[in-house]
Structures are given as C-alpha cells and as structure tokens.
C-alpha cells in the first residue's frame, strides 16, 4: 500500500488580484522505500506542493479541494482535513523536510547538536537526554559528520556540513517521508555529489519514500525512481526516470530535457522553449502550455486534457503525445 | 596573419591578494591569493570559458579584465597595448561586461532604453534620433521585439530572460571586441536559458567578438566557448579546447570535478569523484602545488617542488600537474 497519495489536490494562494493557482489538482502515489523527483521551472509550484503536505503555509493558502493521504500504519490519514494540533504529530514523525538554503535552516546562537536533540524531545518528550543525545551523534555518524562537531555552532560549519547537518536533523524523528526542495542547489558540485550520494545510501539503508524536488534536472536524473514534471501548478507527466528522459510524450518534457547540456557523451543539439511561464493568477484556458507548444492545435487552446495513465506508471495530460518519429525528426531539423 | 588569428586580450601573471581578516592591532597581515599567477589569451573572435568552483578566483580575474579590480601584480594587454595605457573610455568601448543576476545589474529607475542608450551617452555618440534607431536595432537583435513595447518600459516589468536580453545589449552596443560574461545564464530557468545561450552564440557569429566566459558549469560552458580554463584556488590547472578537455581531462581536480557534475541521463553511472577532503581558502598558501592536499596521486615532489607551471603535455593541451607532466598518470 502507498505511503502518500495526492489525490487531486488543489492549493491555491489568495491576493489583491485573485487566486494564484499554485496547486492546481496534483495526483500522484508513493510507495517506502521510492523516490519521486519534481521538477518544474521557479513559480511552477513545486515548492508550494512540500509546503502543501507539511501544512507550512502562509496565511492566504486555501484549500481548494482534493486529499493528501498519508499511511499511518495501514490507516490512510487526510492530512488536509487535520487540526493544527492534530497535524503537529505527523510533523517530522511522518514526514520531514530538507529545506531549500539550508546554510539558513539551523539556529545560529543554538549548538547543532541541540537543535536536533530539541527536536527529537520534542515529538517524544519522554526520550532521556542521554539517549537523545546518542541518537544525534549516530545521526552525524550516519550523515559523515563527526559526532565531535555536535558541540559546534553553524558559523563554525562550511556549507555542506551544514547541509549534512540538515540532513541529519530531517532524520531525527525517523520519518517515512522526507520532502527534500532543491537540497543541494547553493552548493559547489563536488559537495553536492558527496551529500547526493549519502541521501540515496540512507533512504536505502532506512527504506524511505523521497520526494527530491528541483530546476536541476541532472540531479533529478540521478537520485529518483520516478519523474514527475509540473508546469504552471499541474504534472503534466510522470513516469519512471528512463522513460521520462528517453521516451517522453508530452512537448514539454520533450523540450525541457533536451534545453539541459551534459558534460559528457556526444555534443546534442539543445533546444529552446519560445515565450515565457505563465501567470498563475490568469493561466491560458486549454492546455497551460498551449501558448509556447510548437505542436499546439485549436483544441489544445480550449480544452484542458485530462491528466491520466497512458500506460502502466505513465501518467500524461496532453492531445497530442509524441511518438518516436516527432522525437527523431526534432533532432534532426 | 589574419584578423581571426591576432591576439585580442593577453593576460600574464596576473595576480590579485586580498587582506584577509586579520585580530585586532595585529600587525601581521595575511592575504587571500584570489587569482594568483594566472596567464592565457584570447583571440579575436575566439572564446574562452573560466571554469571553476566558488572561490576559485574566476570572477575576480573576470573583474580584473574589465578594470573593476586592479591587479595586485601582473599585465593585461589588449591588441598589445598594456590596459594601462589605455583611456578609460577607449577601453571601455572595446570591452563589456554582463553580470550574472539581470535582477541586480540594471538600474531599476531607468527605462530600457535609457539603460541600453547610457554608454551612448557617456560615449557621446550619435544624436538622440540615432540613438533610438541604434537601441531599437539592438532590442531587435536580442529578440525583445517589437522594440516599441519594450522601449520605454522599466525592468521590473521584464521576465529574468528579457532583463539578461537587455544587458547584452546594453553591453554590445558600443561594438566590444570582447565581452567578459559572469555566468550569464545561471539565474535563469531551463526553458529561458537555452535561448539566452543560442542568442549570445549567434551574437558572436554576427558581431564577430570575443568571450571571456566564466562559468561553474561544464555543461554550459561546453556550448558557449571554444577553449577552457579550469581553475583552482587561484590557479588556472589545465587548459584545452573543450571537447579535448571533455574527453580527455588530465589534471587530477578536473578529473574529479567531470565525475562530480550530474548527468542528465538516469541511465548513466558516473564513478565517484577521487579527491580528498574539502576545498579551502588560500590564505597565505604554501608555495607547493594548490591541490596538494586534496590530490590522490600526489607524489614527494609535489610536496617539494614549487606550483608546476602550466605545461603543454599534448597539442594545445596543458596542465599543471608534475604526475601528468612526467606521463606517471595517464
């Protein structure tokens, strides 16, 4: 049985001017132990779908519709439907987060080691200080900290310990889900290939569900079992890694994963979306990507398609999917 | 010899050091070699991409090109003449530069032509008419059109691709011969960038200048220059032409450095990056090899020996590596 399922669940953000869309009926499942990378542009709302499910929202989010199932072992939760207080144990017990800056993320006049015994005394607040403090350094241990540094402060950290230490406090509470937004983005690359690797050795080792979400479509590439693209508050494909980047249907994700260079292997032509995302606050009526799709048809332009499995595990909302063909013949114009 | 083959920028042993923090009434002073002893050229109408991690020193040496810093030692020529000699202006007219966020770069209060049309001004070129024939033409070429409905807007109103589009104009518009370009494209989205980075090529071809392009991505760079330079704590390490680089990369760091960018292909196993360690900063270097202490194949001599000079190990390939220079690492 899945251990999260969205399930056309919409969020959307109240201002002067109307509603901003940012969620905007997302579906998908997730299974222990699987990982699930989002990626999208900046303002595509991948960041407002973590936000979703740990309920950390400003004050004008609203509800829209739809559920956010969680197993709590074998009762499936609506976290939508709980009271604050109510939510406030699954908080990092169920599900935890690494935050996107996370050099920002930890208290800078608190020692790291603190920060997360405060969290694990916290959620279970009947853990002696001792054993607290045994749990964190196998943490650090875990995450290649030396438990040494637990008397530190931030400051003294370089920007991937800090990382790490992020990581570690994510662990604390041993979730089942960590949401990890753009985990490594402000870090150099060989860090970020050191902290990319521990993550996937400890979701193995603790057979965790992962949702990776990122811009870097790389990153995406390595650390998830399964894609899921979002463009402007919708997925508008998901499928296993391999078919994502080598069989996909819908124009944007045919476009997006062919805009991004590699260093290695053959000099492929890169190609370029025309126009801009849209607005959230108006997106296009029809398909949301109608406006800057090459193969976009009147149809396309309004009528929305309708998100839903093509094939086993791919999942697409697009009139005219591409074939193999349209793919070869773009490489070759 | 040709126009395409003379030498545009030469850079020789250019060093730059900044006091780093020092303890109250302490009199001993100690410097961050930023970029230190760092030589290449560009030809004309050439390329060529400064590749590194943060604090390498790529952007300092970037800023120096274009007079923003001033060397601690070392020269800068252009056309052989030393960048000293030159008149700020003059200078000025043959070399731009784009920086990295178009959030920051244009001045929020000025219209778009009165940004792209101010080195004009301060140039004193052309009338008001000319002006705004030569900034439409320009909005034209960057792909802002119509240029009418972008003229008289303010930056504010502009996308992060639009505003990266009109710093390059505004630092084409005098005709540079070189263009130093700060990670032009590292702000921007996926979508957005490729198009800032086919532009910027095609601008090349029609404009015929120069680039100095620095970037911490490969990938990138691998589209954008004909030539990289991959530097270390100050140093440049190796220097090829870039599918050369990519293929066969010899210095110990930019060996670890290909293996540590991701791929885009779930398909693909890189092997995991062999370096020691984690990067510092070079506050008052030993005078040995900068990777010392992070190499895995350092040897007696690299501990020893001073900084290898950077040595052509094959055609147009060179490195500064004692290992690689005497054939032990292949």
């Known amino acids: 049985m899945a251990i999260l399922k969205f399930e056309n669940l919409k969020m959307h953000y109240k201002t002067k001017k109307g509603y901003v869309k940012a969620v905007d009926g997302i579906s998908f499942e997730l299974e222990s132990g699987e990982s699930l990378g989002i990626v999208g542009e900046s303002g595509c709302g991948k960041t407002s779908v973590s936000m979703t499910l740990l309920r950390i929202l400003p004050e004008n989010a609203h509800f829209m519709g739809g559920h956010v199932w969680f197993n709590d072992d074998g009762n499936m939760i609506d976290l939508v439907s709980l009271s604050e207080e109510q939510m406030r144990h699954y908080r990092w017990k169920g599900i935890s987060m690494v935050f996107q800056a996370a050099m920002n993320s930890l208290n800078p006049v608190y020692r790291v080691g603190d920060q997360i015994v405060e969290a694990i005394l916290n959620h279970y607040p009947e853990t002696p200080i001792d054993e607290a403090k045994s749990k964190v350094a196998k943490l650090f241990e875990l995450v290649t900290l030396d438990p040494k540094r637990m008397d530190q402060y931030p400051h003294q950290y370089s920007g991937g310990m800090k990382q790490r230490a992020v990581i570690a406090l994510s662990l604390a509470c041993d979730p089942k889900v960590i949401i990890a937004d753009e985990p490594t983005t402000a870090l150099d690359v060989i860090v970020q290939d050191k902290i990319l690797r521990e993550m996937k050795k400890i979701q193995k080792e603790l057979n965790m569900a992962m949702i990776y979400i990122s811009h870097d479509i790389a990153v995406i590439a390595e650390v998830s079992d399964k894609i899921a693209v979002m463009y402007a508050g919708k997925f508008v494909e998901q499928a296993d890694a391999t078919t994502v980047f080598k069989r996909p249907m819908h124009p944007y994700t045919f476009l997006l994963m062919n805009a991004f260079p590699s260093h290695v292997g053959e000099k492929k032509k890169l190609f370029t979306i025309p126009g801009e995302p849209p607005d959230l606050l108006n997106p296009p009526i029809g398909c949301r990507f109608a406006p800057r799709c090459p193969w976009a048809t009147d149809k396309c332009r309004t009528d929305e398609p309708e998100y839903k499995e093509i094939e086993k595990g791919h999942f697409l909302a697009c009139w005219h999917p591409l074939t193999e063909e349209v793919r070869q013949n773009e490489f070759r114009k | 010899m040709s126009s395409e083959n003379k030498v545009l920028l030469e850079v020789k042993n250019l060093k730059k050091f900044f006091p780093a923090e020092r303890a109250l009434f302490s009199k001993v002073k100690h410097f961050v070699h930023a970029v230190d002893d760092v030589s290449f050229e560009i030809k004309q109408g050439e390329s060529l991409g400064l590749v590194g991690e943060s604090g390498c020193g790529k952007t300092t040496t970037g800023r120096m090109v274009v007079r923003l810093e001033s060397p601690t030692d070392g020269t800068i020529e252009v056309l052989g003449k030393s960048v000293e000699d030159y008149d700020r202006m003059e200078y000025h007219s043959m070399v731009q530069m784009i920086f990295q966020d178009p959030y920051e770069s244009l001045n929020p209060r000025m219209t778009i032509f009165d940004i792209i049309a101010e080195p004009l001004n301060i140039h004193n070129v052309g009338t008001l008419e000319e002006r705004e024939e030569k900034v439409a033409q320009l909005l034209q070429e960057v792909g802002l059109t119509p240029p009418d409905s972008f003229l008289w807007r303010y930056p ?122 984690n990067i510092s900063v070079p506050i008052d270097p030993p005078p040995i090899c900068r990777f010392y202490d992070r190499c895995p194949f350092k040897e007696e001599k690299c501990k020893i020996d001073p900084h290898p000079e950077l040595k052509e190990v094959s055609s147009g390939h060179f490195v500064a590596c004692y290992p690689v220079q005497e054939g032990k690492i292949k």
Do not use: F, W
């Open chain 2, 156 to 277: 504010h109103e502009l996308s992060g691709g639009q505003r990266q589009r009109v710093a390059i104009a505004r630092a084409l518009i005098l005709n540079p011969k070189l263009i130093v370009a700060d990670e032009p494209t590292s702000m921007l989205d996926v979508s957005v960038r490729t198009g800032v980075m086919h532009l910027m090529m095609e601008l090349q071809k029609s404009h015929g200048m120069s680039y100095l392009y620095i970037t911490h991505d490969l990938a990138v760079a691998r589209y954008m220059v004909n030539r990289i330079a991959v530097m270390y704590l100050g140093k440049i390490v190796e220097m090829a032409e870039t599918e050369e680089l990519l293929h066969h990369p010899m210095h110990p760091y930019t060996r670890a450095l290909m293996d540590a960018v991701p791929v885009p292909d779930p398909d693909y196993k890189r092997s995991e990056p062999n370096i020691i360690g």
